[in-house]
């Protein structure tokens, strides 16, 4: 008896991981690409199908796809040839990447100049198992511009990022403007309880260009204010901060030189009173729009997305001397845009597996015979 029960216990267990598993199709530690066009027909500014792309951090590391709907009800696309389009982020919590977009099927002409009220903007989130959820539209905001970029602290409240609105508000409560003096933002991230965004616009001279912070999370009118004056030239997308914020990497799309100027991925920290460009890192000479960074080790390991669409690339942070590597190359008619890492799951899945191995594990002792 003792032999048949254990057999049981470890047949179920494994059917569990097994079930848990076929139902998680992202990795955490891997990264997440997104990824415009079917590879079809040439990318135009019509809109364009979206894609996750899973991949492992080591080169030629395709590992699978999540297409986004593009079609119905809950469909979101991108411009195919909007480059400030298409950023991508993980929730607050971890457990959602975040993706903005257009709430019309694919091919409506033009789109980035449709109104808002013809062709809502929106945002979606993505868990970990891979579950869609459009979770907010808007017939208003971000009309006959891009919206570029969407953040949420993963309790249902989210923030858009884009052109001509500035960051506005779209969570449950009444959609509201959060801020409009930089009304040209890309890329926004809730990051400790603080919102965070990148801007290409501004005023002052140089102009206030760089990454801005709104305190605290905020559901109507509040202030910005600039944080990182990248200055002059710049042209900066994502970002990605340690865990004391005092170190920072800036994609930035102007094109690498060299590590002493602006351009490709851009290194900042702060010296306890302001902060400081370090030097610039690249693969080629590229500038860079999506961004993730490995803070975990003693040298970063920063990934990024090339400003032309074309590769992902990744560099070991071991100063400015660092050069970069290729991991891979999208596809014809297609173009790499957003990055991050895969979200994690909620806590109940892993509660849910320890629970189901406690029960089998009772239920073995309580047969013995």
């Keep these: 008896m003792k032999t048949e029960i254990r057999t049981l216990t470890t047949t179920a267990a494994l059917f569990l991981f097994t079930a848990v598993a076929q139902a998680q199709p992202f990795t955490p530690g891997d990264l997440v ?6 590879g079809s027909g040439a990318l135009s500014s019509a809109g364009t199908a979206i894609f996750l792309d899973q991949y492992t951090t080591t080169p030629n590391g395709y590992v699978d796809s999540l297409a986004i709907p593009s079609t119905g009800s809950s469909a979101l696309v991108n411009s195919g040839t909007a480059t400030s389009e298409g950023a991508l982020n993980l929730s607050a919590n971890g457990q959602y990447l975040v993706v903005a977009g ?4 694919a091919g409506f002409a033009s789109i980035a100049n449709s109104t808002s009220a013809a062709v809502p903007r929106g945002i979606a989130t993505v868990d970990a198992s891979g579950n ?24 249902g409240n989210y923030w858009g990022a884009g052109a001509a609105s500035g960051t506005v508000y779209l969570g449950t409560g009444t959609p509201a403007t959060v801020q409009s003096t930089k009304v040209n933002t890309r890329v926004i991230q809730d990051i400790s309880g ?9 005023t002052g001279t140089p102009a206030n260009l760089g990454i801005d912070m709104i305190n605290g999370t905020p559901t109507s009118s509040s ?17 990605a901060f340690n865990n004391s914020l005092t170190t920072v990497y800036i994609a930035d799309s102007s094109p690498f030189t060299n590590s002493t100027t602006i351009g490709g991925v851009e290194k900042w920290s ?6 400081v460009f370090n030097y610039s890192l690249s693969y080629g000479t590229n500038g860079a729009v999506g961004l993730a960074v490995n803070y975990s080790g003693a040298n970063p390991i920063i990934y990024a997305t090339s400003a032309n ?6 560099v070991t942070d071991t100063g400015s001397s660092a050069t970069g590597s290729l991991l891979d190359t999208a596809g014809a008619n297609e173009a790499f845009r957003g990055l991050d890492f895969a979200p994690v799951p909620e806590p ?5 597996i320890g629970l189901g191995i406690m029960t089998l594990w009772g239920f073995r002792r309580n047969c013995k015979s």
Excluded: C, E, K, Q
Excluded at 133 to 155: E, K, Q
Excluded at 223 to 232: D, K, M, R, Y
Excluded at 309 to 314: D, E, K, R, Y
């Design 33 to 38: 690409v997104l990824r415009d066009g079917t």
């Design 102 to 105: 257009y709430n019309i099927n």
């Design 132 to 155: 869609y959820n459009l979770a907010v539209t808007t017939s208003s905001f971000y009309s006959g511009n891009n919206i570029r970029s969407g953040a949420s602290d993963g309790g």
């Design 194 to 202: 603080n919102l965070y965004f990148s801007t290409s616009s501004g």
């Design 223 to 239: 202030s910005a204010v600039n944080l990182i004056n990248t200055g002059s030239g710049s042209s900066p997308y994502d970002f």
């Design 270 to 275: 702060f010296n306890g009173s302001a902060w």
């Design 309 to 314: 669409g074309a590769s992902l690339f990744t």
């Design 348 to 352: 109940s899945t892993f509660a849910m």
